[in-house]
């Protein structure tokens, strides 16, 4: 490039930043006057995000280092907090450094939509829940997924989204079993890092969090988690590894929990060790909120910015920071890198030449018609007796549509995943968004849908509550759907995998007066069923969005075949899950579900070395346990046939040819596990890749499945490092990990 070329180049980058500068100074003081281009080189766009970062650093004081490394407080988190200037009524706020033209940080909750809209009388798609979404085994969806969060992000003035949750179900009760990706490194990872991209490509700054083994609510500001190095790296930590390698996200939540006794956010094991060394991660790392606990200890350990942090400096890295610099306890280097990994990765993600000022109206029909979308490869079928399902529109001539007040509306999963519900709360309508808590129901009523569908057919709604009047309806009907629930929500586990609120009992009475019975379960996880083989078809929609009810009445009545398979194990019961009592419940605690800061819970470790590495299905293989579904499960409308697999030398891709033996079209998810050579240790095979195949009625198609080499290794513990044991490999396939009936051998010399 000539020299007139590269001073070309630098003045329109130049002038492009100067006007996103002046675009982007709704918190500037009128003083601000932005310096000219020349003097700001860190805005030349064509130099690396760690290039720029470390010029801004040359520029900043040490108030303004100490500035970028904690938030102003919690605002409306805690009602009557102060509301600092320029904040935008999300979870978090930065205050960015405007003679420099660095935009302040502006994050909120995302992990199902944004969250707190009504504050501003704004609007957010609900997405359905992250657990719904790993169903799909969709890359592509899980990127629409994040785009959608990025893109309304962004339309509502935000610039950091700290949704990504990404922390494996060991524990199905998990209150936010429903913000979480499933029980496979591999699948979680994956999902949770194409959503990741999808929340990027709005120049929105992603996040992966709780870092790390957050894995239940119950204690969570206390609990110890207790796991070996191998365990640890070939279970949840994969899960951020592979999310991280793709996703590349700008930030790292850590947890409130400790780990091996040291707290997530000070644990220079997780932090440094592990996600610096071990994988690479580029980004910060941002306190949970209120999980920061120290100053010289974590910033020493690797943590980046404290959450929320407070207005008047008192939060561990305000002035107790500037002082720990200054006496030389915090070496400055450490400051300065801390403040590098949060420029680098805004300059990385552009939020400093894409500004999220002026704000934009949410398009809320974009939103809904992708959220639709989305539920519709997340709904899974787990049972349909006598082909129950599909409805046929036009013969069916009645239908009982019973509980979960399906007659209005959809639900949706609590804490600060809560998305608020446009125009309320449809059962309850109140001034104000959600209440933490509240049981929220979004405006999209499958009874609405389902009469849409079936225009000869009665179509009545029975809410329940009455058990002898459901069976009444269900009686004079020809087919009856219930629809149940289980609501979820952050800082509080269920008790039990059973249904709450007799629904079983309910379920149980329709299903003996009507043998044609849909259940339709609304859950933020695997849930027990009682009554499984009294009912002819099951679907599992977990919260499924705005576009929920839109997305069910699709699949019931077959305009939409089913292709979504389960990211998580359904036991038969607790009593099969290495913890048949969530560690730390206590009979308060099962009884009124108090949350844990509530119920005074005490420090105790969660020994996660039971299960070690073998979470879910690789737990029921070890123990010779039978599920009640199995991961990787779902039924559709046709039938598929697997033939052919074929590994290559190296085990890096396995091949199979897939069938659709049905009369329908369809799109089935092929699984491909590996046991490992004997030196292992395990006794139970790792899902290793997968693939969504689209196929006509008839049609055959050989796919080629790239088998992940990091879930073909071990931890090796001295190495710090994934190697490929010598041996050799069985590649299983099928679909689901309950029928791997293909088998290939390869070698590891
Ligand atoms: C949750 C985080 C959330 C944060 C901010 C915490 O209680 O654990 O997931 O991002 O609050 O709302």
């Not at 904690?70 to 706020?93: D, E, F, R, V």
């Not at 934009?360 to 997340?378: Q, T």
């Not at 048949?580 to 844990?596: K, N, R």
Request: aromatic fraction near 8%.
């Amino acid at each position: 490039m000539s020299v007139t070329k590269v001073l070309g180049t630098l003045l329109t980058s130049s002038i492009l930043v100067a006007a996103a500068g002046v675009a982007f100074d709704a918190e500037a003081t009128p003083a601000t006057v932005p310096a000219a281009a020349a003097a700001r080189p860190w805005m030349n766009a064509s130099l690396s995000p760690d290039v720029r970062a470390d010029l801004v650093i040359k520029q900043l004081t040490l108030a303004e280092k100490v500035q970028l490394v904690h938030g102003t407080g919690w605002a409306t988190l805690i009602p009557g907090n102060p509301i600092p200037k320029g904040w935008n009524y999300g979870a978090g706020y930065v205050p960015g450094i405007e003679r420099l033209g660095i935009p302040g940080i502006h994050m909120d909750d995302s992990a199902v939509g944004v969250r707190g809209a009504a504050n501003m009388s704004r609007y957010a798609t609900l997405l359905p829940s992250t657990v719904g979404a790993a169903a799909s085994w969709n890359p592509k969806a899980a990127f629409l997924y994040g785009a959608v969060i990025g893109r309304e992000l962004r339309d509502q003035g935000f610039n950091m989204s700290i949704g990504g949750g990404v922390d494996l179900a060991r524990e199905p009760r998990d209150g936010r079993t429903f913000e979480y990706a499933g029980e496979d490194p591999l699948l979680a990872g994956t999902m949770t890092g194409n959503l990741i991209k999808g929340v990027q490509s709005q120049h929105v700054m992603g996040d992966i969090k709780h870092y790390a083994f957050n894995d239940q609510e119950t204690g969570r500001s206390y609990f110890n988690a207790v796991i070996g190095d191998r365990a640890a790296q070939e279970s949840d930590l994969l899960a951020f590894r592979i999310g991280i390698d793709i996703g590349h996200p700008a930030g790292v939540m850590c947890a409130y929990n400790r780990v091996n006794g040291i707290y997530a956010c000070e644990n220079p094991w997780l932090l440094t060790q592990v996600l610096r060394k071990d994988i690479g991660f580029k980004g910060f790392v941002v306190s949970d909120w209120g999980g920061t606990h120290s100053t010289v200890a974590s910033a020493l350990a690797g943590l980046d910015m404290e959450m929320p942090g407070s207005l008047d400096g008192k939060s561990h890295f305000g002035a107790a920071l500037e002082q720990a610099v200054q006496s030389g306890k915090v070496p400055m280097a450490t400051l300065d890198e801390m403040d590098h990994r949060i420029l680098r990765s805004m300059f990385m993600a552009g939020v400093v030449e894409h500004p999220v000022t002026p704000r934009r109206v949410v398009n809320p029909f974009e939103g809904r018609d992708d959220a639709e979308h989305i539920a519709e490869e997340s709904i899974v079928l787990l049972r349909n007796k006598h082909h129950l399902l599909p409805l046929d529109a036009e013969s069916v001539h009645s239908i009982a549509i019973i509980g979960a007040h399906a007659d209005v509306g959809v639900l949706s999963g609590g804490g600060s995943a809560q998305v608020d519900a446009p125009g309320g709360n449809v059962i309850d309508p109140h001034a104000g968004g959600a209440k933490w808590g509240e049981t929220v129901y979004f405006p999209s009523s499958p009874l609405k849908y389902i009469r849409q569908h079936a225009p000869h057919a009665t179509v009545a709604f029975n809410s329940g509550a009455d058990i002898a009047a459901a069976v009444a309806l269900a009686r004079s009907s020809q087919v009856a759907v219930v629809f149940a629930q289980q609501h979820m929500l952050e800082g509080m586990d269920r008790p039990t995998l059973a249904l709450p609120d007799n629904q079983d009992a309910l379920i149980e009475a329709v299903a003996a007066a009507n043998p044609r019975t849909v259940v339709v379960l609304e859950t933020g996880g695997p849930v027990t069923m009682p009554w499984v083989d009294r009912v002819q078809a099951v679907v599992e929609a977990w919260y499924p969005g705005i576009g929920g009810a839109q997305a069910l009445a699709n699949l019931l009545f077959g305009n939409v075949n089913f292709s979504a398979k389960l990211p998580v194990t359904f036991p038969r019961g607790e009593g099969q899950l290495p913890h048949p009592v969530v560690t730390g419940l206590t009979a308060d605690v099962f009884h009124t579900e108090l949350t844990d800061a509530q119920a005074k819970v005490e420090p105790f470790d969660v020994d996660y070395n039971k299960a070690g590495a073998a979470v879910g299905y690789k737990w029921f293989e070890r123990q010779h346990l039978s599920p009640l579904f199995p991961f990787g499960f779902g039924l559709s409308y046709t039938t598929y046939a697997y033939s052919n697999l074929k590994v290559d030398a190296d085990g890096k891709t396995a091949t199979l040819t897939v069938t659709n033996t049905g009369r329908r079209a369809g799109t089935e998810i092929a699984e491909a596990y590996a046991l490992l050579p004997k030196a292992s240790g395990e006794t139970y095979k790792r899902l290793v890749g997968f693939k969504r195949v689209s196929l006509a009625p008839g049609e055959a198609q050989t796919v080629a499945i790239p088998l992940n080499e990091l879930c073909e290794s071990i931890y090796g513990t001295q190495k710090h490092a994934f190697v490929r044991l010598p041996g050799t490999y069985t590649i299983l396939a099928g679909p689901s990990s309950a029928n791997t009936l293909l088998k290939v051998t390869f070698s590891v010399r």
